[in-house]
């Protein structure tokens, strides 16, 4: 079977996931799809294909080499969808040698994907582009990733001639929610590294996240009945004002950095007359860049209550996650073959950065060095998300020469 039909196949099941949902995987409906998965698994041959009580599907193509110390890699690709826009009755539609107008979605007139605004889109005139038709998104995020690991399984097992170690393949729930890893055994799944297919542009290959913590400030004053409050109502809203007023106006922020330039974001204010709490999202691509960002905050509050006596404040900080670099630039080939496996299928590597980050980020923390790669997918969590049907090929191929290329230098 085709990527593509796989692909169409996956995107129809709604498999959005919701961050209030205490359960896990946070929504029944994502089961739906992991289930079918290890029944195809089964049917093309990966005869261990299982799913454990959390919803993870795991499964092995078992090593065709002769060679002992060809080491286990995993593939990794996750089934849920964002809870930011609808994942209901997607209904995709293949736009076959698209010739490079405006792609009008039916469902939504103003829903128009323009080569002028998309820059990716301008590399793609003659491909078969894959949208969805405008009141949902399409979930290429990541079902791409879904379709191209079991259609490079499927490859695997019908060629044994092709010498690779074993590959070891899992499908998770709950990414998009920050809950992809929680309860991934990584002794269990038993390889030396994994790659998440899930990065946008053909031939890109990211080694590197930022590093975040999370911040809260808290600003305590005093509350009084306001008409007898004159000189001892000192108010922890207003101290919360000051602090956020005084934050970088120019630089730091999100809407105002890009590349490798890291920022502090508040985002959430809870607040109160007799306690104020700002929460703020703190992120560098270099450790040291959130002390430094941590320090500042901190002066800034402490200024802010200067300015308001009879207020104090209490800065708390917790660590989110950290650059997957740290673990990945300890064993470089990781990633060299990752580029080796891109070039092999014809393309240009691609090397970028997350602003943001992964499941590999965390994994790579818990001992499974984890980088991401193409899977073709594009505006993510939005009406307008596309991939190309050439570019899905494409990842099938690096996965392939992935594995080639592991075996081959063992
Ligand atoms: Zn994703």
Same mark, same amino acid.
């Given at each position: +079977? #085709?990527?593509?039909? /796989?692909?169409?196949?996956?995107?129809?099941?709604?498999?959005? #996931?919701?961050? /209030?949902?205490?359960?896990?995987?946070?929504?029944?409906?994502?089961?739906?799809?992991?289930?079918?998965?290890?029944?195809? *698994?089964?049917?093309?041959?990966?005869?261990?294909?299982?799913?454990?009580?959390?919803?993870?599907?795991?499964?092995?193509?078992?090593?065709?080499?002769?060679?002992?110390?060809?080491?286990?890699?995993?593939?990794?690709?996750?089934?849920?969808?964002?809870?930011?826009?609808?994942?209901?009755?997607?209904?995709?539609i293949v736009h076959r040698r698209w010739d490079g107008r405006d792609i009008v979605l039916?469902?939504?007139?103003?829903a128009v994907l323009r080569k002028t605004e998309i820059p990716a889109l301008l590399e793609q005139v003659g491909h078969d582009i894959v949208t969805?038709?405008?009141?949902?998104?399409l979930?290429a995020d990541?079902?791409a990733?879904?379709?191209?690991?079991?259609?490079?399984?499927?490859?695997?097992?019908?060629?044994?001639?092709?010498?690779?170690?074993?590959?070891?393949?899992?499908?998770?729930?709950?990414?998009?929610?920050?809950?992809?890893?929680?309860?991934?055994?990584?002794?269990?799944?038993?390889? +030396?590294?994994?790659?998440?297919?899930?990065g946008g542009l053909r031939g890109e290959v990211?080694?590197?996240?930022? #590093?975040?913590?999370?911040?809260?400030?808290?600003?305590?004053?005093?509350?009084?009945?306001?008409?007898?409050?004159?000189?001892?109502?000192?108010?922890?809203?207003?101290?919360?004002?000051?602090?956020?007023?005084?934050?970088?106006?120019?630089?730091?922020?999100?809407?105002?950095?890009e590349g490798?330039?890291?920022?502090?974001?508040?985002?959430?204010?809870?607040?109160?007359?007799?306690?104020?709490?700002?929460?703020?999202?703190?992120?560098?691509?270099?450790?040291?860049?959130?002390?430094?960002?941590?320090?500042?905050?901190?002066?800034?509050?402490?200024?802010?209550?200067?300015?308001?006596?009879?207020?104090?404040?209490?800065?708390?900080?917790?660590?989110?996650?950290?650059?997957?670099?740290?673990?990945?630039?300890?064993?470089?080939?990781?990633?060299?073959?990752?580029?080796?496996?891109v070039?092999?299928a014809g393309l240009e590597v691609r090397r970028r #950065?997350?602003?943001?980050?992964?499941?590999?980020?965390? *994994?790579?923390? +818990?001992?499974?060095?984890?980088?991401?790669?193409f899977a073709g997918e594009h505006n993510f969590?939005s009406r307008l998300e596309w991939v190309s049907v050439q570019d899905m090929e494409k990842a099938?191929?690096?996965?392939?020469?992935?594995?080639?290329?592991?075996?081959?230098?063992?």
């Amino acid at each position: +079977m #085709s990527v593509l039909d /796989r692909f169409l196949r996956y995107v129809q099941i709604d498999t959005q #996931s919701d961050e /209030r949902s205490t359960s896990y995987p946070s929504t029944q409906t994502q089961l739906v799809l992991l289930r079918a998965l290890v029944d195809e *698994l089964r049917g093309i041959g990966l005869a261990d294909a299982a799913i454990d009580e959390h919803g993870y599907v795991t499964a092995t193509i078992p090593a065709t080499t002769a060679k002992a110390n060809a080491p286990v890699i995993g593939f990794i690709a996750h089934v849920d969808t964002s809870p930011e826009m609808s994942g209901a009755g997607v209904k995709p539609i293949v736009h076959r040698r698209w010739d490079g107008r405006d792609i009008v979605l039916p469902d939504a007139p103003d829903a128009v994907l323009r080569k002028t605004e998309i820059p990716a889109l301008l590399e793609q005139v003659g491909h078969d582009i894959v949208t969805a038709s405008g009141s949902t998104l399409l979930g290429a995020d990541n079902k791409a990733g879904v379709a191209e690991i079991v259609t490079a399984a499927e490859y695997l097992i019908a060629h044994p001639e092709i010498p690779h170690g074993a590959v070891r393949i899992a499908f998770t729930p709950d990414e998009e929610i920050g809950r992809g890893t929680q309860y991934f055994d990584v002794a269990a799944f038993g390889a +030396m590294c994994a790659y998440t297919m899930d990065g946008g542009l053909r031939g890109e290959v990211e080694i590197e996240s930022f #590093s975040a913590d999370a911040m809260t400030v808290t600003f305590h004053g005093f509350n009084t009945h306001p008409g007898y409050a004159k000189g001892r109502m000192v108010n922890a809203i207003k101290v919360a004002a000051a602090f956020i007023d005084s934050l970088p106006q120019h630089t730091l922020s999100p809407e105002t950095t890009e590349g490798m330039e890291g920022f502090v974001h508040p985002y959430v204010v809870d607040a109160s007359v007799e306690k104020t709490s700002v929460r703020l999202l703190i992120r560098d691509f270099e450790t040291e860049g959130l002390a430094e960002k941590e320090r500042m905050l901190e002066a800034l509050a402490q200024k802010a209550v200067a300015r308001h006596p009879g207020s104090r404040v209490e800065c708390a900080v917790e660590e989110s996650y950290r650059n997957m670099k740290q673990v990945l630039a300890t064993r470089p080939e990781i990633a060299e073959h990752a580029y080796e496996a891109v070039r092999r299928a014809g393309l240009e590597v691609r090397r970028r #950065s997350i602003r943001g980050g992964t499941d590999g980020s965390r *994994l790579s923390f +818990m001992g499974l060095p984890t980088p991401n790669v193409f899977a073709g997918e594009h505006n993510f969590h939005s009406r307008l998300e596309w991939v190309s049907v050439q570019d899905m090929e494409k990842a099938v191929e690096v996965i392939v020469n992935l594995a080639r290329v592991w075996e081959e230098r063992s």
